[in-house]
């Protein structure tokens, strides 16, 4: 967090917002609006984190920022350009990656042809098989399993899986909903240490977690959204002494 | 023993057809959960347009498919992107059945329009004569049926398994939104793996053609049968319906040897309820076979 382009309060060198949701309402089909004017900023390098209690609008908010859901009003930035109602095939060519939540692995695929699968777009076979190689070595289970059915994999297992799919073409805006979800420590330690590398290498995290607290002491800017909007923000480590969370969201623990 | 033996050779046989017509079901509803009701009639259209080709231009039956599979594939694109994709996602399962069915009818009509309602069937002198081996004996037509939908079935499992659309196709469909992030149209894939499923008509229709007489309403029979097949195998598995279609074929052959032709027919039902109460998942699903 001493690296400087890490730091949200670094003035007037800030550095250049890589993804935006501005003012999105968004819903499913035609019931009331899940995300009711929801804005979230996340920087080049910097961890953005979303809490909040469940059903409020979360998942929706990176549906909406990887384009699986169109925002019925409101805009989604990506490196400065307006990429509201793009296909997600086409913010995967500009370098964002969506880790869904739960398992989202092919489960009747082997390790190998999912991972594959991250490269679906690309055709040069040399680019990927190099990145193969590179993610195999952040997620040794990939290797260890490289021939296995996905589906038979572990849950933890399987969420390696889809992080080393997700990584397979260098994204630059990465978005992890609940990474953590159903990890032990060693393989959470994983993730958390993971993130903090992709920070350290310039991408842009947009972060939901429920290990709020956890979540908040590595995230830059933390954001608690509730009924489809963001209700406090800020320095992550601020808010997480900040007693409001704790009341919003925490069930009136105190905040250590 | 003969007669045991007879009923499982032809079983094998038929259940390798069952298999071949059974797989475009298991691709519908594999890639949009919907339930093709208009698949045999489909089957049986491809019959009739093979029955054309064959008394009005003397085209082997055959040879019509490099006309009728493409056909087929591009009416199957346009029924999911026309139809079936416009069907609203909470209700989907029950409006499918209610299109398919209205489809079916359709087509029904056209037939009987077109064909009148009089028994068809298409002759070749190489399928009517039979092979014995072992005192067991192997009619012509039903090994041409059973080559057909082995070569077919195998071009299939190659096409999903090896190519490039095979995989978008299967992560479409174990995995619909995982598959879009990964850069996958799964709307387009959804249209193509339809534009599959009725392309495995065309072949069927040639096949019935050759070894069956058949009227328009022909194919009610076969709903029945083949949705059987695929409960069994594990809906949306093409694997399990084909292994439950041999399973299927067997029991038939070998009950109608034994029993009578009532039971055999009867056992479609009595393996589809036995499923229903004991594995609705089906026998072959999930784990065993690779759902596609
Ligand atoms: N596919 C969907 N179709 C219809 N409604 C949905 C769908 N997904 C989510 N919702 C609704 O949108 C609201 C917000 O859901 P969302 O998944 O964004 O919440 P979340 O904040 O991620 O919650 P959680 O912490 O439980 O993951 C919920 O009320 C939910 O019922
Ligand atoms: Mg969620």
Redesign the pocket.
Known sequence: MSDPVSDPMSGPIAAEQVLALEGVVAG??R?AP?LRGLSVTVRAGEVVCLV?P????????LKVASGLLAPRSGRVMLAGRDVTGLTPQRLLALGLAHVL?GHSVFREMTVAENVRLGGYTVRDQARLDARIEVVKELFPVVAERWGSMAGLLSGGQQKQVEFARALMLEPSVVLLD?PSMGLDPRNTQVVFDQIDLMRRAGVAVLL?E?NARRALEMADVGCV?DLGRVHISGPARELAADPRLGRLYLGGQPAT | MTLLLQGLALGVLTGGLYALLASGLSLYFGVMRVVMVAHPAFLFLAAYLTYTAHTAFGVDPFLALPVTVPLFFALGVAVQRLLVARLAPDNLAMMSVLLTFGLALTIEGLLGTFYTGSYRSVSMDYATRSLTVGGVHLPYDKIIAFSVAALTLAVLFAVLVKSRFGRALRATIQHREAARLVGIPTERVAGYGFGVGLATAAVGGAVLALITPFFPASHWVWIGKLMAVIVVGGLGSVVGAALAAVLLGVVEGVVLVTVDATWATMMFYVFLFLTLLVRPQGFFGGRLAHRF
């Not at chain 1, 469940?54 to 908010?61: D, F």
Request: charged fraction near 10%; charge should be neutral.
């Open positions: 499913y089909g019931a899940v909040g469940n059903g409020a609008g979360k998942s929706t908010a939540q609940e939901v429920q959204l």
